[in-house]
């Protein structure tokens, strides 16, 4: 299995507090391939940007990853001290996160922002990253470069700021992006203006994507494979139309119902009741069972896990001994 | 334009203008002109009583405007608003549930608060007797009006809102993106809970959101906004079986739609035009597949006489011309 950009085994990631050790994220294993979009879904507080930010070694402290190992194609790389996750942020991961404002320094050009990027991670002068720059925006959708690279960051609208983030984001070509919510400052029209930008970069690099969000649409059109994620763990794991078509869990299958339809009349949306626990109070056993309507004695005692890693669910419904 | 019946809510040609002009000093030394941003820019629709009306647009459109012109926490700098309805028994749900709620004050104090504000001599025990009311009513225990708001996830505290908004007995409601910092399933309790209280109270809604999934869920009429104007009207079935402005077309287009995933779209270009300088005639020509000469020059005709069922667009008015009008 050569062509695994990224393999992440049993990742642990835990906050020690005052009042004990948090466990933001519980044991996640996933794999993502070349010219893949992997979805992760899930609610706020799932820990499904705790697990981006552990990939990328920007786990703010007191976090810290507690158990597992993450390795980008072949190379170990949670262990790595801050330096050496350094030169792998940008050259060998890029970043994409939510907000494009954040990410670019207001007080630069954005064309300067690009060039100091593209001559840290490679060899280029600074004519040649210049030309380099110019050639990202093209390749990103910004039209008239030649006047646009001399911009400010506030000269541009968000989905043009998000272009530039993607822009720097590919400066080194690398081999895996991890987008943290792209969209979700974004208005519709642009959301699939960037999603389709994605995609096509994507498929014609073969550059890995970790896709993460919490909206179900933009997942079913862009990833290939989706993981869910409740209070930490792996709920589900599977391709975009089996986990869309035909969840397994009762989570998703709960997730899946509340979404209003745009086909479909109802009279009332399928709910979960009550809401995700809070880490703190996260309950023995399936994480998911006060709120599943097919909970049984096996769920209140023993945590289920996905039997293997490409799909399936964590759940005991449906295994040998079932729920009780 | 007469008192339509049954009509709670009628805007006629609403406008409002903010002042975007750079300070005084910098006028006077750049020689910078004074500008201004027409964020409702001659609006009309009109709400039946009983029945929802959505607001959809993309940031910037005006919608949340009009939400603040509606409750009158903007006054309008033209046009009119007509509420045939007791002004005291409209309220008014925002979108972010953090900030909408007073952190210092118990559960119970800011629910009680529209009743001690609106009818002060309601005696202390009737007061919380009606709190321990509402809290049930939207799905929260009577011993949470002790706790304060932090306690609560955000769907919780958007339940409080509502309860909040409940205590001065409304019969008209302005739900301001009420779903939109929410989770999907906790969404879905929210929207539910808001459908009950509807059928159960005869609620009016004027419903602003930016998601169309959830406003075909909610809305009985869809008014589809585009920088300061609203580019068509229609009942949510017609709307979505049969769109007319390329705008709406656009819209529902580019939703990711979870049944029929559209995986190899080639999404439209281009962008929502600044406001400040909005193009001229109909202000959507320059990313309209449709445009011709006369939408660059002629802003499209108002129509306020037909009020559930307009498109603001001149390729489009021949086809509209076919439907019967209600």
Redesign the interface.
Known sequence: MSDVVLDVQNLRVEFPTRKGTLTAVDGISLQIRRGEVLGMVGESGAGKSMTGMSILGLLEPPGRIAAGSIHLSGDRIDTLDDRAMQTIRGRRIGAIFQDPLTSLNPLFRVGDQLVETIRLHTSLDKAQARERAKDLMREVGIPAVEERIDNYPHQFSGGMRQRIVIALALCAEPELIVADEPTTALDVSIQAQITALLKRLCRERGTAVMLVTHDMGVIAETADRVAVMYAGRLAEVGTVDDVVRHPKHPYTVGLMGSIPSLRKDVEELQMIPGSMPRLNAIPPGCAFNPRCMRAGPRCHREVPRIATEQSGAACWLGTQGGVA | MSIRPNAILEVDALERRFDVSAPWLNRLIERKPRQTLRAVDGVDFTIQRGQTLALVG??GCGKSTIAKLVTGLHPPSGGKIRFHGDRDRLQMIFQDPFASLNPRWRVARIIAEPLRTLRPDTPLDQVSARVEDLLRTVGLAPADGLKFPHEF????RQRISIARALAGEPEFLVCDEPTSAL???????V??LM?KLQKEMGLTYLFIS?D???V??MADVIAVMYLGRIVEIQPTADL?ANPLHPYTQ??LD??????????D?????G??PSPVSPPSGCSFHPRCPRAFDRCKQERPQRRPEVHNRRVACFAAETTLERIPHV
């Open positions: 993309e940031s996830s955000g769907g919780q989770d999907v399933s906790v969404q879905a309790q929207l539910n459908k930016h169309l999934s959830v075909r869920h979505f656009l819209l580019t939703i990711p739609d979870l049944e029929a995933p559209k995986r779209r080639s999404p439209m270009a962008e929502v």
